[in-house]
């Protein structure tokens, strides 16, 4: 359970983590940069368990994969859009960082609302209002991707 982090349609990689910061090796100081030219104190109060809450195309732009793991490292532990843009889709997964498509989870989750997701329901609790959404559930081999800590720890696993 986390507080949410709410922004709009179109949330472009070049948002999430500026291309000038890609450069920087160590994940720990990317992260620290995440989401800064849409919400400047996003890196510095977002805490483990936080999720982000985006309208639709979350993601689009580049095809980065710096994106979703700097959501990750920060300690965002999902991400709930109506849609997502495919390469940030693929490239979450990849990595390990739980995305879930719902409209109305975007519509009704406010900033700052207390919000508690089961990944392997895909029920996604808003305990602010006492209201629950529903997303679709993961299939069993991308929950297993996602436990594992994204595919390369999913292949390490079945080795």
Do not use: W
Not at 142 to 153: E, R
Request: charged content about 25%; glycine content about 10%.
């Amino acid at each position: 359970m986390g507080k949410a982090y709410k922004y709009g349609n179109n949330v472009d990689t070049d948002v999430i983590i500026p291309a000038r910061y890609l450069n920087i090796a160590d994940q720990k100081e990317l992260a620290a940069h995440a989401m800064e030219d849409i919400d400047g104190d996003f890196a510095r109060t977002v805490e483990k368990g936080d999720v982000v809450v985006a309208g639709k195309n979350f993601g689009s732009g580049s095809s980065r994969e710096h994106a979703p793991l700097v959501l990750k490292v920060a300690g965002v532990k999902a991400v709930i859009a109506p849609t997502f843009a495919r390469i940030f889709y693929r490239n979450a997964f990849n990595i390990g960082l739980p995305i879930l498509e719902s409209q109305e989870a975007y519509e009704q989750i406010d900033a700052g609302d207390e919000v508690a997701v089961d990944l392997k329901t895909g029920k996604i609790r808003n305990k602010t209002k006492g209201e629950t959404y529903q997303a679709e559930p993961f299939p069993e081999f991308m929950s297993n991707i996602i436990a594992s800590g994204g595919l390369v720890g999913y292949v390490k696993n079945r080795r």
